[in-house]
């Protein structure tokens, strides 16, 4: 009975197995090049002190319920208040992560009439949430924002009546690169549409005063930003910067905002202080800018690869299998480096995603790359 109840995900499993794309979870060890902790603030002792004063005076663990009940509590309201200020936006709304971010704006905002016009290597999460959108939705090449204009262009000429929301990252989380933000943002104005940035790798670490790629554009009713916080700023959750009506829409039409027990007060108030720490030490963001600039250096020179400009280093690799056997190679000489295989990233470009945060230093950097270099022509195709 268990054979016949369990098959088909049995056979699923082995399936990934032949194809080196089934997964596994394993613990954090050895030298940190995967996580994106960037500004290393997860052991903050600043993000600690905060969190045990947040405890003394009587800041909750549990929210108890949802954000229209008994759920929404000063410190969200505070984090969304100072968030709003430090990215430099009429309003934030504080998700319990950027999935769940995500999943509420796209399927919440874009309406029956509108487009949502995508770039095809944009998040999972906006994938989710375009699906269960009731707009019509096309994909379009990477960076290419002619193909974004052609999209708008022929759905117009077919018809098509409402706005268009043009939805990017604005640093893209496989391969490191930014979205052509202002050509991106002239063609919403253009087209009476919405922007829609995805600024997960970006924040904290990029922009003036770690703002994020966004900080400089000029529209503002029609931008949405999504900044998560599990990353740069080391806690959890993600707070998405709009106008006050959009944000008043999700609030009374997003089911997953709605329905869902509002995040911990006590991360909000550790969000609250990883701001503060961005905006009180510019010298941890120069620290960093150095040390992506000498690790994209370093690769050019190590590996004869080019950078991508930012901490996420892709190192293409192509066979699944050769990617999982160099990671786990890696891992037993010490660095905590993982294989990217699809559908993470398109069928032949498995990787290993190498992160730069300031959990390491040059030393570490020079190291591992003398390795991978040694590692990568011992494990042949």
Same mark, same amino acid.
């Given at each position: 009975?268990?054979?016949?109840?369990?098959?088909?995900?049995?056979?699923?499993?082995?399936?990934?197995?032949? *194809?080196?794309?089934?997964?596994?979870?394993?613990?954090?060890?050895?030298?940190d090049f995967t996580s994106n902790d960037y500004l290393a603030l997860s052991g903050s002792p600043r993000l600690k002190a905060a969190i045990a004063t947040a405890i003394e005076r009587?800041?909750?663990?549990?929210? =108890?319920?949802?954000?229209?009940?008994?759920?929404?509590?000063?410190?969200?309201?505070?984090?969304?208040?100072?968030?709003?200020?430090?990215?430099?936006?009429?309003?934030?709304?504080?998700?319990?992560?950027?999935?769940?971010?995500?999943?509420?704006?796209?399927?919440?905002?874009?309406?029956?009439?509108?487009?949502?016009?995508?770039?095809?290597?944009?998040?999972?999460?906006?994938?989710?949430?375009?699906?269960?959108?009731?707009?019509?939705?096309?994909?379009?090449?990477?960076?290419?924002?002619?193909?974004?204009?052609?999209?708008?262009?022929? /759905?117009? *000429?077919?018809?098509? *009546?409402?706005?268009? /929301?043009?939805?990017?990252?604005?640093?893209?989380?496989?391969?490191?690169?930014?979205?052509?933000?202002?050509?991106?943002?002239?063609?919403?104005?253009?087209?009476?549409?919405?922007?829609?940035?995805?600024?997960?790798?970006?924040?904290?670490?990029? =922009?003036?005063?770690?703002?994020?790629?966004?900080?400089?554009?000029?529209?503002?009713?029609?931008?949405?930003?999504?900044?998560?916080?599990? *990353?740069?700023?080391?806690?959890s959750g993600a707070l998405l910067s709009a106008s006050g009506v959009l944000c008043d829409y999700l609030v009374n039409r997003a089911r997953s905002f709605i329905y869902s027990t509002?995040?911990?007060?006590?991360?909000?108030?550790?969000?609250?202080?990883?701001?503060?720490?961005?905006?009180?030490?510019?010298?941890?963001?120069?620290?960093?800018?150095?040390?992506?600039?000498?690790?994209?250096?370093?690769?050019?020179?190590?590996?004869?690869?080019?950078?991508?400009?930012?901490?996420?280093?892709?190192?293409?690799?192509?066979?699944?299998?050769?990617?999982?056997?160099?990671?786990?190679?890696?891992?037993?000489?010490?660095?905590?480096?993982?294989?990217?295989?699809?559908?993470?990233?398109?069928?032949?470009?498995?990787?290993?995603r190498i992160a730069i945060t300031l959990n390491v230093d040059r030393s570490m950097i020079t190291h591992m790359l003398e390795q991978l270099k040694r590692v990568m022509l011992e494990?042949?195709?």
């Open positions: 009975m268990t054979a016949g109840l369990l098959g088909h995900h049995e056979r699923t499993l082995h399936g990934l197995e032949r *194809k080196g794309r089934r997964r596994a979870l394993l613990c954090g060890g050895g030298i009587g800041v909750p663990v549990g929210s =108890g319920g949802s954000r229209l009940l008994r759920g929404n509590h000063p410190e969200h309201e505070a984090l969304e208040a100072e968030a709003a200020t430090f990215f430099g936006a009429e309003r934030t709304l504080f998700f319990a992560s950027g999935y769940a971010a995500n999943a509420a704006l796209f399927s919440t905002l874009p309406q029956r009439e509108d487009l949502i016009v995508h770039d095809a290597l944009i998040h999972a999460s906006a994938h989710e949430g375009i699906a269960a959108s009731r707009a019509q939705a096309v994909a379009v090449p990477h960076n290419d924002v002619d193909a974004f204009a052609d999209a708008i262009g022929s /759905w117009r *000429k077919r018809g098509g *009546k409402g706005h268009p /929301w043009i939805a990017v990252e604005s640093l893209y989380s496989m391969d490191g690169d930014r979205a052509p933000l202002a050509e991106l943002a002239a063609l919403a104005g253009r087209h009476d549409g919405f922007l829609v940035v995805d600024e997960a790798h970006a924040t904290g670490v990029f =922009g003036p005063h770690g703002r994020g790629l966004t900080a400089e554009l000029e529209c503002q009713d029609n931008l949405v930003a999504l900044h998560t916080c599990g *990353k740069a700023l080391g806690v509002a995040p911990s007060p006590l991360i909000a108030a550790a969000v609250r202080e990883a701001l503060a720490i961005v905006a009180d030490e510019p010298e941890r963001l120069a620290e960093f800018d150095q040390l992506r600039t000498f690790a994209n250096q370093a690769l050019a020179e190590t590996l004869r690869l080019p950078g991508s400009g930012s901490q996420i280093l892709p190192v293409l690799i192509g066979d699944n299998g050769r990617a999982v056997r160099i990671a786990a190679h890696m891992r037993q000489e010490g660095f905590d480096i993982r294989a990217i295989r699809p559908p993470t990233v398109p069928e032949g470009t498995a990787r290993l494990e042949q195709p």
